[in-house]
């Protein structure tokens, strides 16, 4: 048993509700899943008629939110409704499957995984035809134990054994998980640590041998599949046991017997639930983005005016930014002089309207998280008086780089 995967296009969904809980799903265009991970619904009108039958008029046993057992009082077809909702392209969709020939309401219905959002229903009357009994004809009806509003917590801790009530009743088979050839333990070693197990007959394993005296202290197994372990009937864990189960959760076992759970000490395996199939494939998406940026120094500038750096479209990666620095003079020193042809001198400062440049300052930067633009006003201004006529030249060397923002 299992929930698996429905991939089958649905365009309508039926779901019975009170008709005072309907007026309100109607206002707020949602079927919500309570404390459970499912939303539940028919496939059919009919089927939805057939499930409340099953499950609602008739007084039945339920778990309850603490998986006590309680009983329902029949429930009458005149307080409900079956609302009929347009599935918008939905695919979330589930089936409860159980491995039996006997009749099982759940096999008309359909599970939603989270809260169902829509956009339009419509509210039908809930009435009884003779569809209903014709349908129920090809199956055997047993007695059902099992609350739609629980169907996950309730069901899962029936199955596992975290309580002693069985969900539906099923042919009980021949073999016990420990008889021969039904366990497979070749892949216990006293002297490892850590096990890592794929299979039922592996998962048996566990059990033969915890139950002939190894009580697996110090030792971890993994379980690294969804194992089903409904083929056989399992002989719990003894008291004994004080190994480690990870991916405990993976573990999905029928329980034939009222005394059987899947660990004496179940505290040890408080997270096991139930698992549901889900089949999941990954597409990766990739995009690239070069750095790209526009930097504009001007060639020449006269001492006494100013010139702009400017830096446009900067693109880099997030944390960087586009720098300007200035780098370097044509004076061995990097002095800040302009010689003329008869090698005369004249000294000047470069200035950004607040501070005097000294060589290895950023003069510009900018960082895309701020803006794309950016613009730097640099003053070269001559200092003292000219000694001597004739042509003056020189240069500054900026530098430009993609740095990390401090």
Known sequence: MRFEKYNKKIKYLYHYTTKENAEKILAE???????????????????????????????????DDDLSVKVRAPQSSEDYVVLKIRTDNDSAFYRFVLSTDKFNPYDFSILHLGDLHFSKATVLPLTHTEENSQLRARFKPIPAVFNCKRLVAGLAAA????????????????????????????????????????????????????????????????????????????????????????????????????????????????????????????????????????????ATVELGDTAEVKAENVVVEKGSQVEVKLTDTSEADNSFKLKSNEGAELAYMVNDGTNNISVGDTVLAVNPDDTDTGTANLTFVKQGSEAYAGAYKGTVTFTVSIEEVI
């Open 29 to 63: 265009k949602t079927v919500k899943t309570g404390n459970d991970r499912f939303a539940f619904f028919a496939d059919s009108f009919e089927n939805a008629k057939l499930l409340f039958s099953e499950l609602m008029e008739k007084k039945i046993r339920y778990f």
């Open 159 to 298: 199955i596992i054994g975290m309580s002693s009530i069985t969900a539906f009743a099923a042919p009980k088979p021949i073999a016990s998980w420990i008889d021969s050839g039904m366990y497979d333990a070749s892949w216990y070693n006293a002297s490892q640590d850590s096990f890592n197990l794929t299979t039922a007959e592996q998962i048996a394993g566990i059990s033969y041998l915890s139950n002939n005296g190894v009580t697996f202290e110090g030792k971890k197994i993994i379980i690294q599949k969804d194992v089903d372990l409904s083929a056989n009937n399992w002989v719990s864990l003894p008291s004994s046991f004080i190994g480690t189960i990870e991916g405990a959760h993976k573990i999905v076992i029928t329980l034939f017997s009222n005394e059987v759970k899947f660990a004496q000490a179940i505290d040890q395996f408080s997270d096991i639930e139930f698992k549901y199939v889900e089949e999941s494939i990954s597409t990766q998406i990739s995009y690239s983005v070069a750095p790209t940026y526009t930097v504009t120094i001007p």
